[in-house]
């Protein structure tokens, strides 16, 4: 019965399956979406779990809310998905059904969570009138072949009319109901550089670290001077900024006061090696080449041409996909989707 899963266990160990819920009961999530552990660690208990039948249908093996929140975790898993989109729709030829705007909404749901659906409308008579986009975010295969729903969670669930849903969906080795993106193996690169950010950034917001040392051994004619010196450097910089110290030692020798920053030369150098090995980690899961996101090259020699990365990208990613798009031709039984080949700009100045 290909409308129900075998050997259904998470696509990712990050993605956990649902709770028990009752079947008549709306869709109650519980995932624990982004905690770190092990590809092995439990998996083989989880080999035979069937995805979760809840009432009429089955829910997907990974959080689809997660998976729309992780699009932002990293700049480069953004860019990679949006690269792609961008490069589709541009070759794309609207059609009367279907537009520029609905095809793009399609592409985007495909490359986020693996799924992506479409919704074929007609007339009393029978008359294709449009292909419309249904959010991933809230499709629910049926259990019984055929049937799709819509579920947002607070409200009743809508079903669609049967045969009029057309479902592409990434495959994945573990069941047949539902898809799974691709880049799930980089998810855990992209929660890391997310991390690594946002510590950096509370590390700027809390303001306990010095900007500079004022360190004083002079004694002073007049302690007045000494303490309007010391209100005159903390005033000079607002809450949250680099905080500055002064040290007023009078009579002190040179090296009476030593500064030994080993916490922040180990941060910073840790910082950038997690940023650049997490953008690596990202870039290989999209397979997209880092010169078409704007990344900087590290080395001298740069990328190289990027005219060659874009054409050898085109044709290894975007003409895959967008031969797996032309199989909603078969659900409006007519040519809906046609592409035009993706070619570069060829400069012809000499």
Same mark, same amino acid.
Not at 263 to 272: G, L, M, V, Y
């Given at each position: 019965?290909?409308?129900?899963?075998?050997?259904?266990?998470?696509?990712?160990?990050?993605?956990?399956?649902?709770?028990?819920?009752?079947?008549?009961? *709306?869709? $109650?999530?519980?995932?624990?979406? %982004?905690? =770190?552990?092990? &590809?092995?660690?439990?998996?083989?208990?989880?080999?035979?779990?069937?995805?979760?039948?809840?009432?009429?249908?089955?829910?997907?093996?990974?959080?689809?809310?997660?998976?729309?929140?992780?699009?932002?975790?990293?700049?480069?898993?953004?860019?990679?998905?949006?690269?792609?989109?961008?490069?589709?729709?541009?070759?794309?030829?609207?059609?009367?059904?279907?537009?520029?705007?609905?095809?793009?909404?399609?592409?985007?749901?495909?490359?986020?969570?693996?799924?992506?659906?479409?919704?074929?409308?007609?007339?009393?008579?029978?008359?294709?009138?449009?292909?419309?986009?249904?959010?991933?975010?809230?499709?629910?295969?049926?259990?019984?072949?055929?049937?799709?729903?819509?579920?947002?969670?607070?409200?009743?669930a809508h079903e669609f009319e049967a045969g009029?849903?057309?479902?592409?969906?990434? *495959?994945? $080795?573990?069941?047949?109901?539902? %898809?799974? =993106?691709?880049? &799930?193996?980089?998810?855990?690169?992209?929660?890391?550089?997310?991390?690594?950010?946002?510590?950096?950034?509370?590390?700027?917001?809390?303001?306990?670290?010095?900007?500079?040392?004022?360190?004083?051994?002079?004694?002073?004619?007049?302690?007045?001077?000494?303490?309007?010196?010391?209100?005159?450097?903390?005033?000079?910089?607002?809450?949250?900024?680099?905080?500055?110290?002064?040290v007023y030692a009078p009579g002190g020798k040179?090296?009476?006061?030593?500064?030994?920053?080993?916490?922040?030369?180990?941060?910073?150098?840790?910082?950038?090696?997690?940023?650049?090995?997490?953008?690596?980690?990202?870039?290989?899961?999209?397979?997209?080449?880092?010169?078409?996101?704007?990344?900087?090259?590290?080395?001298?020699?740069?990328?190289?041409?990027?005219?060659?990365?874009?054409?050898?990208?085109?044709?290894?990613?975007?003409?895959?996909?967008?031969?797996?798009?032309?199989?909603?031709?078969?659900?409006?039984?007519?040519?809906?989707?046609?592409?035009?080949?993706?070619?570069?700009?060829?400069?012809?100045?000499?």
């Amino acid at each position: 019965m290909k409308h129900k899963a075998r050997r259904k266990a998470p696509a990712h160990p990050s993605a956990s399956t649902l709770a028990t819920t009752p079947a008549s009961s *709306p869709t $109650v999530e519980s995932f624990s979406f %982004g905690d =770190p552990s092990p &590809v092995m660690d439990g998996r083989e208990v989880l080999d035979d779990i069937e995805c979760y039948r809840n009432g009429d249908w089955y829910e997907p093996p990974i959080s689809m809310a997660g998976l729309a929140k992780s699009l932002n975790a990293s700049v480069h898993h953004a860019s990679a998905i949006w690269c792609k989109v961008n490069i589709l729709a541009s070759t794309f030829i609207p059609s009367d059904v279907l537009t520029r705007a609905d095809f793009t909404r399609l592409v985007l749901d495909y490359l986020i969570f693996g799924n992506c659906y479409a919704e074929r409308r007609v007339s009393v008579t029978g008359k294709l009138l449009s292909i419309r986009p249904a959010p991933a975010k809230y499709m629910r295969v049926g259990v019984q072949p055929g049937r799709f729903f819509f579920v947002s969670g607070w409200r009743n669930a809508h079903e669609f009319e049967a045969g009029s849903i057309w479902h592409l969906q990434a *495959p994945d $080795v573990n069941q047949e109901v539902y %898809g799974v =993106p691709q880049y &799930v193996s980089a998810l855990q690169s992209a929660w890391l550089n997310e991390s690594a950010t946002l510590f950096r950034r509370r590390y700027y917001l809390n303001g306990s670290h010095a900007g500079f040392i004022l360190y004083m051994t002079d004694t002073a004619s007049n302690v007045n001077d000494v303490d309007k010196l010391r209100e005159a450097l903390r005033n000079s910089k607002g809450p949250g900024n680099f905080r500055n110290l002064f040290v007023y030692a009078p009579g002190g020798k040179k090296d009476g006061l030593q500064i030994l920053p080993v916490s922040e030369i180990a941060a910073k150098d840790e910082f950038f090696s997690i940023k650049n090995c997490t953008r690596d980690d990202v870039l290989a899961a999209h397979r997209v080449p880092p010169q078409l996101l704007g990344t900087m090259p590290n080395n001298t020699g740069g990328f190289g041409d990027v005219t060659k990365a874009a054409a050898v990208f085109g044709c290894n990613e975007i003409e895959p996909l967008q031969a797996q798009f032309l199989s909603l031709n078969d659900l409006a039984a007519s040519t809906v989707i046609a592409f035009r080949p993706y070619q570069l700009p060829i400069n012809e100045s000499k």
